[in-house]
Every structure is written in structure tokens, then in C-alpha cells.
């Protein structure tokens, strides 16, 4: 029975791979950024904060609507070292018969601090691991454009040598953001 489940949803799986496409035809390329509303918890604390942010996005098509979407994020603190984060997102956009073009992505991402949003705050002895999932929809503008609404969940652990134990994020986000298309 586990096998024929198993071979059931990679059958439907596989069948969603002949519906997509990508949302601007002939266009192999995407760059976008957002902004973002975020809200995010500690672990251990009972209340969430919020965050305002700008994340950017350079996507290839590299068959349909199958789509890597690579973020860099880069920040700066007085004081403090350079921060990163870079994230590898595997996009999949969906065919459909008007503007709308809905979109799941997940991924993962390495960096020198803690992701909070997209600012990170951190050091160089700082090592952080984030997994991205989400979805979302672009409303395509004329032949080169859209705009992308999406939410994402993302899950963030950083460890340094100077903690007793690793810092765990799990950050809600949603986006409103442009995307233009080459």
C-alpha cells in the first residue's frame, strides 16, 4: 500500500510538471525584490516582533516553470562585521489562462549571522542554517514585469562558539514586492 501511495503522488507529481510555465514567454531570466512584513519568536519567548525588509532575488527558468532562485542579503552593523546570508530557492510556477501565475518555492541557505527577516545580525564567528518554504502568486505587467505577493516561512539556526546553545528562529514572512523579466 506504501508503495502505490508513493507511486500515486509521484505519478501527480509529475503530471503538475506538464502544466507549468514560465510567467513571461521567452524570458529566461528574473530579477526581483520585495518588501517584506515579517514576524518573528524566539524559541523560548512568548511574544512575537515584527520587521520591515528588502530581500533580493535573481531567478533562472531552467526548463518550463521550474525556476532556482538564488538570494543574497548582505548587512552591515556599526561595529560589528559583515553579515550574510545566501539562500537557494527552487521556484515552480504554474500555467495558467490569465495574468495570475501561482508559484511554490522551498530552499535552503548558509551565512555569519542570524536571519531576521532578511537583515541578519551577526559576526564572523557566527555560522547560521536557514530553510525557506512558501508560495505565492505574480500578476504579470505587458512583456517584462510583474508583481509578486507571496508568504514564506523560514526556519533559522546559528551556533557560535561564544553561546552555550544554538539560537533557533522560526520566521514568518509575507511579501509584496516587482519582478522584471530578460
Known sequence: MKKLCVFLTALLFLGTTFAVSQPVAGKK???????????????????????LSLPLRFGYFVWKGLEIEPELMIMKFKGEDTSYSLSGNLSYNFKTSGKLVPFILAGAGIGNGFAVGP??????????FLINAGAGVKYVIGTSGAVRIEYRYQHDRADSDDWLEPEVINL?????GVSLFF
Open 119 to 128: 537583515l541578519m545580525e551577526g559576526a564572523s564567528d557566527i555560522n547560521a
Open 29 to 51: 531570466f528574473e530579477l526581483g525584490t520585495s518588501f517584506s512584513f515579517s514576524s518573528f519568536k524566539f524559541t523560548d519567548d512568548t511574544e512575537s516582533d515584527t520587521l
Open 172 to 176: 514568518h514572512q509575507f511579501l509584496i
